[in-house]
């Protein structure tokens, strides 16, 4: 049985700076791509980065630059570090393993293993 545990969330202060780990049971993670992914309340999930078997890194805008998504193979285990943290920031955030990197900005239907999710708060 596939598990995929997400953890590292919390409070922070806006310009802050947060890391997320995501483990996961039952799977080898490089053997998939990586995404993480937010959804805020009242708004739809959305793709915060996404990294390739081969370890490409993908950014949507509103994060590049602040955030850095890693995968240490040896560990089995995802990353995702946050910096300079603004309050449009806090949101639910998933990991999740998948096929393709390709639209994972606008459509996370290719992510088949999901965590429960870890909430990020960040207070202006």
């Known amino acids: 049985q596939v598990q995929v545990v997400e953890s590292g969330g919390g409070l922070v202060q806006a310009g802050g700076s947060l890391i997320f780990s995501c483990t996961a049971s039952?799977?080898?993670?490089?053997?998939?791509?990586m995404g993480w992914f937010r959804q805020a309340a009242g708004k739809e999930r959305e793709g915060v980065s996404c990294i390739s078997r081969d370890g490409v890194k993908y950014y949507p805008s509103f994060v590049k630059g602040r955030f850095t998504i890693s995968r240490d193979n040896a560990k089995n285990t995802l990353y995702l570090q946050m910096n300079s943290l603004k309050a449009e920031d806090t949101a639910m955030y998933y990991c999740?393993?998948?096929?393709?990197?390709?639209?994972?900005?606008?459509?996370?239907?290719?992510?088949?293993?999901w965590g429960q999710g870890t909430q990020v708060t960040v207070s202006s």
């Open positions: 999740a393993a998948g096929r393709s990197c390709a639209y994972y900005h606008s459509d996370y239907s290719d992510f088949g293993y």
């Open positions: 039952g799977l080898t993670l490089d053997a998939y791509v």
